[in-house]
């Protein structure tokens, strides 16, 4: 089973900062990682899909990065709905199984 | 518009069995490249997934969860259902369904809706 290990666990950032979050698999997955923010007391939402394509109505703020094992999701300029917490997913060609990420909380400084 | 929702009992006793339905609309699960999925998340903790069937009625499990889970869907109905057994305090949790489909590979990778969500609490 393919594990994916984000870092940092939280990270702590001002209004108009960037955002680097990282999504590591411990094999690859080509490209086949979602990016998703979740709220409280939301289902997620889908942000970036195979890598690094953004899902419609996305701001562009947002982009996906990566390919193998190690991916990335950068906020260029964090606006202050963006405090949330980021899930990456993958689902390789084999086994054709689903996993998440333990998840990185952004928190406002 | 795709829309999902799930639905099912709020409380269900250790060892009980759950039964979850996901009720969809907006698009056909016997449509090639379609698929749906039970997500899980303990409050606090981060999403976990459980199941998912396809268009083609292929069927994957959680390698941990496997033998407490089935998953079946009524196409003519729009529902996908989730079975799990031997419920315990610890799968207490929000339960999501989704639609994953697929984005620039044939492959269905990502989940692009999904429902709301509804609390199951196990406890006697």
């Known amino acids: 089973e393919i594990v994916l290990t984000q870092s940092p666990a939280t990270l702590s950032l001002s209004p108009g900062e960037r955002a680097t979050l990282s999504c590591r698999a411990s094999q690859s997955v080509s490209s086949y990682l979602a990016w998703y923010q979740q709220k409280p007391g939301q289902a997620p939402r889908l942000l970036i899909y195979d890598a690094s394509n953004r899902a419609t109505g996305i701001p562009a703020r947002f982009s996906g990065s990566g390919s193998g094992t190690d991916f990335t999701l950068t906020i260029s300029s964090l606006e202050p709905e963006d405090f949330a917490v980021y899930y990456c997913q993958q689902r390789s060609n084999w086994p054709r199984l689903i996993t998440f990420g333990q998840g990185t909380r952004l928190e406002i400084k | 518009q795709v829309t999902l929702r799930e639905s099912g009992p709020a409380l269900v006793k250790p060892t009980q069995t759950l039964t979850l339905t996901c009720t969809f609309s907006?698009?056909?699960?016997?449509?090639?490249?379609?698929?749906v999925s039970w997500i899980r998340q303990p409050p606090g903790k981060a999403l976990e997934w459980l199941a998912l069937i396809d268009w083609d009625d292929d069927k994957y499990y959680s390698t941990s969860l496997k033998t407490r889970l089935t998953i079946s869907k009524d196409t003519s109905k729009n529902q996908v259902v989730l079975t799990m057994t031997n419920m315990d305090p610890v799968d207490t949790a929000t339960y999501y369904c989704?639609?994953?489909?697929?984005?620039?590979?044939?492959?269905?990778?990502?989940?692009?809706?999904w429902g709301q969500g509804t609390l199951v609490t196990v406890s006697s």
């Open positions: 907006g698009f056909s699960l016997s449509t090639s490249g379609m698929c």
């Open positions: 989704a639609r994953m489909i697929g984005g620039t590979t044939p492959l269905p990778t990502f989940y692009d809706y």
